[in-house]
């Protein structure tokens, strides 16, 4: 048999109930003041930087100053004629140069190679259509002007291992070739219905020996 009795206990149930509520005090944090954690909380909080505010600045200060040096100029001297017809004929082309008058024609430069029937049909020799795969520099000087009396006997030719002179009557032309040339092969036509000098010049590169 209980100690109290059914009215008795419901009397102290009121009492903690009412107990309960008065407990909680102003001072005591309520839920909403509790900070919510995650799990991006747990371990060493990582220090904040304090932000800066960005206050506008002159856009040529963010302007990196160009690191690349300036290119020297070519202090190289010419080289000096060791013998006398050495320096006869540096001095006869200067004087060419300077008081000659005579116009510069028109010139077109492209490329040839030689291709036989192992290259169409099996491609043997891996050659491409690019100037790397070509033997040949084809120089074209457009004489239009001229007589058509002039001839080949009176055109002048001289082929150096990177440049190319040609005179005519009425024209001059000093060409300075993009690679250098063997000057004892290759071969030169004038076309006289065309008023056109055609010079085919045999090349000499580094990796000539790769590319054929």
């Known amino acids: 048999m209980s100690l109290l009795g059914g009215e008795n206990i419901r009397l102290l149930q009121k009492l903690f109930k009412a107990d309960d509520d008065g407990s909680s005090s102003d001072d005591e944090p309520t839920a909403q003041d509790v900070p919510q954690l995650g799990p991006g909380d747990i371990g060493e909080q990582a220090a904040q930087k304090p932000k800066s505010k960005k206050h506008p600045t002159d856009p040529a200060e963010h302007v990196k100053p160009c690191s690349y040096a300036p290119l020297a100029p070519d202090t190289q001297p010419n080289p000096e004629p060791s013998t006398l017809e050495q320096w006869e004929a540096q001095q006869l082309h200067q004087d060419r140069t300077l008081f000659d008058s005579r116009k510069q024609p028109d010139y077109r430069l492209s490329y040839r190679q030689t291709v036989a029937t192992e290259d169409i049909y099996l491609q043997m020799n891996c050659k491409t259509p690019a ?38 009557p009425r024209y ?37 020996f790769v590319n054929f």
């Open 131 to 168: 100037t790397a795969s070509c033997e040949s520099m084809v120089v074209e000087v457009f004489l239009s002007a001229e007589d058509d009396s002039v001839g080949i006997h009176q055109i002048e030719l001289e082929v150096q291992e990177q440049r190319v002179t040609v005179g005519s």
């Open 172 to 208: 001059r032309l000093e060409l300075t070739l993009p690679h250098r040339i063997n000057p004892d092969r290759g071969n030169a036509a004038w076309l006289s219905d065309q008023k056109t000098l055609r010079l085919t010049l045999v090349m000499v590169r580094e990796l000539d």
